[in-house]
Structure formats: C-alpha cells, structure tokens
C-alpha cells in the first residue's frame, strides 16, 4: 500500500488542463526540452528555434517527440510561448492527444526554468492585441488569415467553396 501511495506522489499530475473533449486526450504534466520540429525531423536546423518561424514542440523525458499543436489561445498554435525557452527544459500543463499515428500537445500552461507557478499559455493573444488591437475573435480580424483566405478560400482548396 506504501509504494502505491508513493507512486501517485510521484506521477506527474496536471494542474488543472481543461478537457477539451478531444477523442484520445488526458491531463498531463509533460517535463521536455523546447525543440524546433523541422531540425529535429529533417536536421535542417536555424538558430533559436527559427525565431518564431517554425512549429515548436517538446522531447520528453522518454526522448519521445510531441509536437506543440496548440496553445490556450482559440486557434493558436504554442510557438509564441514556448519560443523562449527554445532549448530550455519546460514544464506544460497540458493535453496529450494519443491517437495510432501520432502524438500531440496542446499546451494550457507552462513553467520555464526557474518559475514556481504555471503560466497560462496565452501569449499569442497578448502579442496578437498588442499589434493589431482588441477582437473577440482575433482570427476574424487577422490581416494575415484574410489574405490566406482571398488566395486559396475558406478551405485552403482553391476553387472549394462552402455548401451555400
């Protein structure tokens, strides 16, 4: 009985990762080095992660690989927050989506080197608002999806078009 009460001691627990309802998820607290996905796929690497360029994701202690697909930030991805801590050993709050293929994290909240608390992993929005101002919904208002969108429509298919 002691060592299964010492077991759940030990295992890492989530703070408090909100379930999205994803199929295959579970709250995890995911201890990895922040590493830029491309250099360590293909080793075409850049430095610093390619500066903000590049999908970020994190090398577990099992040296596993997981991207970062998402933020706590609606439809933003993880590399703004974990962009400083590019090589740098972190700790996510977050989900992990287990399917047969692959993989993911969608990270909630984070702790660098040295941070007692969890941070929400929310700096997109922040840097979002700051260089183009309040929205409710930021991705309605991006310059940068709306000239995705004039280019290749609402699908990313040119020439598909929604059901009217």
């Not at 400083?84 to 972190?90: L, N, R, S």
Request: proline letters at 5%; hydrophobic letters at 45%; charged letters at 25%.
């Amino acid at each position: 009985m002691l060592a299964s009460a010492l077991a759940v001691f030990a295992a890492p627990r989530a703070q408090g990762a909100e379930s999205w309802g994803i199929e295959g998820e579970r709250a995890a607290i995911v201890k990895g080095k922040v590493v830029d996905l491309l250099c360590e796929i293909s080793g075409r690497c850049a430095p610093d992660c390619g500066g903000g360029t590049r999908q970020l994701g994190l090398i577990d202690a099992d040296g596993k690989l997981l991207p970062a697909a998402k933020s706590n930030t609606l439809f933003a991805g993880a590399v703004v927050d974990l962009l400083p801590f590019c090589g740098k050993t972190v700790e996510a709050d977050a989900l992990v989506i287990e399917s047969p293929r692959m993989r993911l994290l969608f990270v909630q909240k984070l702790k660098g080197p040295g941070d007692k608390e969890f941070k929400a992993a929310e700096a997109f929005g922040d840097q979002w608002t700051k260089k183009h101002g309040k929205a409710d919904e930021w991705f309605r208002k991006d310059p940068d999806v709306k000239t995705v969108i004039a280019a290749d429509g609402v699908f990313g298919i040119k020439g598909l078009e929604p059901a009217k």
